[in-house]
């Protein structure tokens, strides 16, 4: 019955680190479009632009590294 409850509350963790994740993307990108209104990314990053897309990556990784710290149990 404790292995049962291990898993309840590993899934439980899973299931709100990943919701939490989901929301912060988009929060995320949202703001970053904003902080940048000149610069359409997605449109350069379509074109190839490889640094946008990097910078769009590193925005998305220090937020996952923000999102597992904070719902570390």
């Given at each position: 019955?404790?292995?049962?409850?291990?898993?309840?509350?590993?899934?439980?963790?899973?299931?709100?680190?990943?919701?939490?994740?989901?929301?912060?993307?988009?929060?995320?990108l949202?703001?970053?479009?904003?902080?940048?209104?000149?610069?359409?990314?997605?449109?350069?990053?379509?074109?190839?632009?490889?640094?946008?897309?990097?910078i769009i990556?590193?925005?998305?990784?220090?937020?996952?590294?923000?999102?597992?710290?904070?719902?570390?149990?």
């Open positions: 019955m404790e292995v049962l409850r291990a898993y309840a509350i590993t899934f439980g963790w899973a299931l709100v680190g990943s919701v939490s994740m989901g929301i912060g993307i988009i929060i995320t949202k703001l970053f479009d904003f902080s940048t209104r000149d610069v359409d990314e997605w449109s350069l990053i379509k074109q190839g632009n490889i640094a946008m897309a990097i990556a590193a925005v998305i990784l220090s937020l996952g590294i923000v999102v597992s710290s904070a719902i570390r149990p």
